[in-house]
């Protein structure tokens, strides 16, 4: 069995610096934990965007907590708490925080996330971490 505790994994800074940007986390991917998926936890300031983005190697099931929007290939969804939405590959999306409030989107990524962007420095980080923890 593997168990991480998600918040006292390192994070990655994503977005505009002029503004607060998102925390990304990566409990598990191949990269770090193995198996054939990735995870990843985002915490979205209020009122904060996961700025607009696709995908071409994989679909993106996100985890909505609580009340919020998605934009998917330019058109906008309320989307209610306790929802998932499927980002499909090509797919070009983004998620609102609409709230004053912050938010944590949980994402699946099926097949796994090819490493791209700022990624690399989170696999590597999130390696340094479980490698000390004995993870």
Do not use: W
Not at 32 to 60: N, W
Not at 75 to 89: C, H
């Amino acid at each position: 069995m593997q168990m991480v505790e998600l918040y006292a994994l390192p994070c990655e800074k994503f977005g505009d610096p002029s503004v607060e940007q998102r925390e990304i986390r990566l409990p598990f991917s191949p990269q770090t934990t193995g198996g054939d998926v990735t995870i990843v936890s985002c915490r979205l300031p209020p009122h904060g965007i996961s700025e607009a983005h696709t995908h071409a190697d994989c679909d993106e099931y996100i985890l909505f907590p609580a009340d919020g929007e998605v934009e998917i290939d330019g058109v906008a969804y309320p989307v209610k708490a306790n929802s998932v939405v499927r980002a499909q590959r090509g797919e070009r999306h983004e998620c609102r925080n609409t709230s004053d409030e912050v938010m944590y989107l949980y994402c699946v990524f099926a097949p796994a996330l090819p490493p791209y962007g700022r990624y690399p420095a989170l696999i590597a980080k999130t390696n340094a971490y479980l490698q000390e923890k004995g993870i």
